[in-house]
């Protein structure tokens, strides 16, 4: 979570320095810019890393429980003895 933190951080400072720049503001501002940009970049992508997160751990969740569902069907089926 730290790296995600980081890089969120250099991704703000960056895109707002940048920015600034480009539209030739003093280095006052571009410095001010970048911080809040830094500080929102990584806010903003530690959010959505979570949301992704959360999404890989549900996927392999209904997966495993898909998995465990087919095995018990295979089970019962072999001991009722219907071949299908």
Known sequence: ???IFIT???IGFLT???????MDRGPDRIFFDGAAGCL???LLLRWFWSVVIRGVRETYVAKQVAAEQLEAAKRAQAKSGVNV
């Open 16 to 22: 707002a320095s940048v920015t600034d720049w480009l």
């Open 40 to 42: 929102i970049g990584a």
């Open 8 to 10: 969120g951080g250099l």
């Open 1 to 3: 979570m730290k790296f």
